[in-house]
């Protein structure tokens, strides 16, 4: 059984990674700023989900949480970067810059925070694979999104260059790019005409993904025979990045 850890476990994209993970066989530590949806997890899964509140913003809440995980005796072998916002402002000159410090902190910066805390345990374990959840945004641009676009862009060299710093730990590090996805975060910023729009001009497959399909990416990727995989950026978008 590994133990993965997994940010933004409470809900969406998150939430089905966590599920996913622990019907095959691990064990899930979960975190999220969502304290009813880590309870609703916490009774759903019993032993093999361990939940903690924690804002990956927040580098003393971050140092609590691993010093818990310590205390559980657990060895980290994977780790699911999947806690993020939307940044949908408008172009620069409508991007305040509280909106702009907001999306890369929780996008970005809450991913460096996380990994940074984990990658001694995996190196304690003998290695182990991590993935970041990006988006097809950045790869691409999109009308109204710096702030978004510019997270996600960072997060895939973050990635990149954690890939080549830790692969003599036997860390892997994969970065995967979701497109428009079944989730509460999409349909919030999204009405039936917007959605409409983007399956007929932007996504050749002809529908929105489901959390579950992005779930089965990572946890492909979790395992050995993943093994040769490492600084990859793969798009789950319906072709979207095509």
Not at 92 to 116: E, K, M, Y
Not at 142 to 165: C, T
């Amino acid at each position: 059984m590994r133990t993965v850890l997994v940010t933004g476990a409470a809900s969406g994209i998150g939430a089905a990674i966590s599920e996913r993970l622990i019907r095959s066989g691990n064990r899930v530590i979960g975190v999220d700023i969502d304290t009813a949806g880590l309870g609703r997890a916490d009774a759903t899964y019993g032993d093999d989900f361990v939940g903690f509140r924690c804002d990956v913003t927040d580098e003393a809440a971050i140092s609590g949480v691993f010093d818990r995980v310590g205390h559980l005796d657990e060895d980290i072998s994977g780790l699911v970067n999947a806690a993020g916002i939307g940044g949908e402002f408008g172009d620069v000159t409508r991007t305040t810059p509280d909106q702009w410090r907001r999306t890369l902190d929780v996008n970005l910066t809450g991913a460096f925070l996380i990994s940074r805390a984990a990658v001694p345990l995996m190196r304690r374990s003998g290695g182990g694979s991590i993935v970041h959840v990006s988006s097809q945004l950045g790869m691409v641009g999109a009308v109204g999104s710096p702030a978004y676009s510019a997270s996600k862009g960072g997060l895939i060299a973050l990635g990149r260059s954690m890939a080549i710093d830790h692969a003599p730990d036997r860390i892997r590090v994969n970065i995967i790019c979701p497109g428009p996805m079944d989730t509460p975060m999409f349909h919030a910023s999204s009405g039936p005409d917007n959605l409409h729009a983007l399956v007929t001009e932007k996504i050749p497959w002809g529908r929105i993904g489901q959390p579950s399909e992005v779930a089965a990416l990572v946890e492909f990727l979790m395992q050995d025979d993943a093994e040769f995989i490492t600084g990859a950026v793969i798009p789950i978008d319906g072709g979207w990045t095509a």
